[in-house]
């Protein structure tokens, strides 16, 4: 298995740009989640979803950020506009639902907003 | 409601020295419990994981962690330091529903030659 897999690593975008960060989870996995990484706050739950359906989305910052799954193999965090405080490491994990398991992390798209 | 401390943002060891990472966690429910490892530059990669079975659990790399209730702790050690060992390890909960993690803010861990 590949693993999660996001896509892209880097992306450098101006102010104001709108940004999409995609996820692909492993195959099979039901649960997925983005998380948002910085130096100042450490590692936060944006977004989880269960069988694609967003289950709580109370860690999303604001109204620029949302979030989709339209399907079991894809999903999608977008921001827009952005803005320079949203440059993060972002991370995507899956882990199948009917047992306890752990999360699987992709290897995070670094975002920078200039 | 579940959440974890990790105290100590920053350890140093030298090479060879036993390595002790602490956690300690809340929960209202019987937790599961995990220690993940990040290398720069990469995601988080399982290192060990409690899920009500043996109260010792071995993991990756020589990694161990002990799950004492009594405690709420779950510390994670290794007898003897590498130098590849350097990284940033975190501790995590999740209480079964969904698997929804809590993570906590992490522990930098430095290896001396």
């Known amino acids: 298995d590949a693993g999660v897999i996001q896509s892209p690593r880097h992306e450098v975008t101006e102010m104001g740009q709108e940004v999409t960060l995609r996820c692909k989870p492993i195959?099979?996995?039901?649960?997925l989640f983005w998380y948002r990484q910085t130096m100042m706050r450490g590692l936060e739950l944006l977004i989880y979803?269960?069988?694609?359906?967003?289950?709580?989305d109370s860690g999303m910052p604001e109204d620029r950020f949302s979030a989709k799954m339209p399907n079991a193999s894809f999903s999608t965090l977008k921001i827009q506009p952005s803005e320079p405080r949203d440059s993060a490491v972002y991370f995507c994990?899956?882990?199948?639902?009917?047992?306890?398991?752990?999360?699987?992390f992709g290897q995070g798209t670094r975002l920078t907003v200039v | 409601a579940q959440s974890v401390t990790q105290l100590g943002s920053h350890v140093s060891v030298s090479e060879g020295a036993l390595v002790l990472l602490r956690c300690n966690y809340s929960?209202?429910?019987?937790?599961?419990l995990f220690w993940y490892v990040q290398y720069p530059n990469q995601g988080l990669q399982l290192l060990l994981k409690?899920?009500?079975?043996?109260?010792l659990v071995k993991g990756i790399n020589g990694f161990e962690a002990e799950f004492k209730k009594s405690e709420t702790s779950f510390h994670l050690t290794k007898p003897s330091a590498h130098m590849s060992d350097a990284a940033e390890y975190f501790c995590?909960?999740?209480?079964?529903?969904?698997?929804?993690?809590?993570f906590g803010s992490g522990t930098k861990l430095n290896v001396k030659p």
């Open positions: 994990a899956s882990s199948p639902v009917g047992k306890v398991t752990e999360a699987f």
């Open positions: 195959s099979g996995h039901n649960s």
């Open positions: 979803f269960n069988n694609n359906v967003p289950i709580d």
């Open positions: 929960s209202s429910v019987p937790p599961y």
């Open positions: 409690y899920t009500s079975a043996a109260t």
């Open positions: 995590a909960v999740s209480d079964g529903n969904f698997n929804k993690f809590y």
